[in-house]
């Protein structure tokens, strides 16, 4: 509990640095003393509050996407970039962008969320048929069935030129993000919020359909609640600032090590967790070529890849 | 009581279970025995709503296991099957809590607390409470899962052979501390069986199938004989009287 608290506490403190970093000069002191007629005031109301605040929510929010993925999958491996979720949200998106350009955001995003779902539930669906020996071979073939999807997405984006929002889609970017293009991701918010309430029956799930159908429950009913908030996440996310890759995988796997998998303990380390790390890596991309920025997604991407190489080979140590 | 009627499984044109009805008796320890493909398991995973029915009914203790809702059924009912890979990594103290489920929807009261704690000194997993299951060894999770569905507390408490992984000392104890949870609580256990001395010795009641269908059901004195036998497995065995118990010989 004591630990959980010290992490809040540096998620704070990497919120109010995030708040402070940034190309346009803003006098915190002056703005304190009110000598500079609201100028950074402005500045962190329209830019730099929302980025934060869209950094914490989009990381918390994937991080725990990425949780439940796992426990409804009960692979260690999964998460929505390996499942063909992402792929399906943008296919979703893209349709919806070229067939209904004048629906509202939230509209698109609900779209994008039962695209996201039909492919998770593809997803399901193969592995059932494919009886996997080895845990590895989910997230490979997770990623190949993305693979495909990706390729019908980029055929059609090509055709309508959009290869520019495709891109801008799958690949993380809070540079973009000002006050009134990222409140969807308080969709994320909330549903994070429900993971939690709903944490037990994701860990009875985690433990096979004949555990939960054991003790009472619907396992069905489970599964669809957890894979549609975890679609409804990943499409928030890739609507609003498209998808950090690694996230969901790497952070609940760090917390089952310390923690465990008892969701009920694990929802809020993996929440807090996922905010530092997003934060961390946009505050390193907008800090390494200054005044210039890299995408939060090449960041995550370098490290979040080493750390999954770090994961796999830990977890083929432990196997052998 | 359990009262299976006509029940019956098939997978396409394989029948498993076929047209089954059998009463197993409140309280006591019951044997399933039978050879591979008897269709032990798939019959208690019917007895337990785990595997749906393709015809007949089943009830527990009066209730229809398939028209109940099933978290009634699972305040009544526990089962456990075999191979219980856990991906999730959990202590064995929040396994043993989960087997509240079916009360405390999550939120363990001090009296749910409780509970836990007599299922983890009745399985004599007190040092190895906070331990992950990961780190156990199968045995000791085996007593785990056991302890799991104790907790549960139900009059029914059914178990797909929970000898499996479990050395000579580690089966003898398992066996004992199901006898005491039969005579202290009352409770029903019904066990699917390999080993048919096991099952001679600690039963109260045995259940022998074979293609799918009852090839016997009694007591030991009735069941466990030779020429039953020789029909259920379709070989020799000799059944000798050894302390007062029956014990069949199959080794040659």
Same mark, same amino acid.
């Given at each position: ?69 796992q426990m409804?999958?009960r ?20 349709? #919806?962008?070229?067939?209904?350009? /004048? %629906?509202?955001?939230? &509209?698109?995003? +609900?779209? =994008?969320? *039962? ?61 973009? #993000?000002?006050?009134?293009?990222? /409140? %969807?991701?308080?969709? &994320?918010?909330? +549903?994070? =919020?429900? *993971?939690?309430?709903?944490a037990d029956?994701f860990t009875v799930a985690g433990l096979g359909?004949?555990f ?43 917390v089952s090590l310390?923690v465990g998998d008892n969701m009920r303990r694990a ?54 | ?83 219980n890979h856990l991906s999730a990594r959990l202590t064995v103290r929040d396994l043993v809590t989960f087997g509240?489920f ?14 836990v ?8 997993l007190?040092?190895l409470a906070d331990r992950y299951l990961d780190e156990l060894?199968?045995?000791q999770r085996?007593?785990a899962f056991?302890a799991m ?104």
């Amino acid at each position: 509990m004591r630990t959980l608290l010290f992490a809040v506490l540096v998620m704070l403190v990497l919120a109010c640095v995030s708040l402070l970093v940034g190309v346009t000069h803003m006098p915190v002191w002056a703005m304190l003393a009110g000598s500079d007629d609201g100028h950074a005031a402005r500045i962190l109301a329209i830019s730099r509050i929302p980025r934060t605040l869209a950094l914490v929510l989009a990381g918390a929010s994937m991080a725990i996407a990425g949780l439940i993925m796992q426990m409804m999958i009960r692979n260690r491996f999964a998460e929505p970039t390996t499942s063909g979720t992402v792929e399906a949200a943008s296919l979703g998106l893209l349709i #919806v962008t070229i067939m209904a350009p /004048e %629906l509202p955001v939230m &509209g698109k995003m +609900l779209v =994008a969320a *039962a695209f996201a779902l039909a492919g998770t539930l593809l997803f399901v669906r193969l592995l059932r048929l494919v009886p996997l020996r080895d845990p590895l071979m989910v997230p490979l073939l997770g990623i190949m069935l993305g693979g495909v999807i990706h390729a019908v997405a980029t055929f059609i984006a090509y055709r309508f030129d959009l290869l520019q929002s495709l891109l801008a889609w799958t690949m993380g970017d809070f540079s973009g #993000v000002l006050r009134g293009r990222y /409140e %969807l991701l308080w969709v &994320g918010g909330l +549903l994070a =919020a429900v *993971a939690w309430i709903a944490a037990d029956r994701f860990t009875v799930a985690g433990l096979g359909r004949d555990f939960t159908t054991n003790l009472g429950l619907n396992y069905k009913r489970v599964l669809a609640l957890g894979l549609v908030i975890v679609s409804m996440v990943t499409s928030a996310v890739v609507v609003t600032v498209g998808m950090i890759p690694f996230l969901g995988l790497i952070v609940p796997n760090v917390v089952s090590l310390t923690v465990g998998d008892n969701m009920r303990r694990a929802v809020p380390w993996v929440a807090v967790l996922g905010a530092i790390f997003v934060l961390s890596c946009d505050i390193l991309g907008r800090i390494i070529r200054e005044p210039y920025e890299i995408p939060l997604g090449t960041v995550v991407g370098v490290v979040g890849s080493a750390m999954f190489l770090w994961l796999v080979l830990r977890k083929r140590a432990h196997a052998a | 009581m359990i009262l299976a009627n006509e029940v019956t499984k098939r997978y396409g044109d394989a029948v498993v279970v076929d047209g089954l009805s059998v009463t197993i008796p409140k309280g006591g320890i019951t044997s399933i025995i039978g050879p591979n493909g008897a269709g032990k398991s798939t019959l208690l995973s019917m007895l337990a709503r785990l595997l749906k029915m393709d015809g007949g009914s089943v009830t527990v203790g009066g209730l229809d296991v398939t028209a109940t809702a099933s978290d009634v059924i699972a305040r009544r009912l526990a089962i456990l099957r075999q191979d219980n890979h856990l991906s999730a990594r959990l202590t064995v103290r929040d396994l043993v809590t989960f087997g509240r489920f079916p009360y405390s929807r999550g939120r363990p009261t001090l009296d749910d607390k409780a509970h836990v704690e007599r299922a983890l000194a009745y399985l004599d997993l007190g040092a190895l409470a906070d331990r992950y299951l990961d780190e156990l060894s199968g045995g000791q999770r085996q007593r785990a899962f056991v302890a799991m569905v104790l907790c549960q507390d139900t009059d029914y408490v059914l178990l797909d052979e929970p000898l499996n992984n479990l050395d000579m000392k580690h089966a003898q104890s398992m066996m004992k501390t199901l006898r005491r949870a039969t005579r202290d609580f009352g409770k029903t256990v019904v066990l699917v069986l390999h080993d048919i001395n096991f099952a001679s010795w600690y039963s109260d009641f045995v259940v022998a199938l074979k293609d799918g269908r009852l090839a016997a059901a009694g007591t030991v004195d009735e069941v466990i004989r030779e020429d039953m036998l020789r029909d259920i497995y379709g070989m020799e065995i000799q059944v000798h009287a050894v302390a007062g118990q029956r014990i069949a010989l199959y080794y040659e």
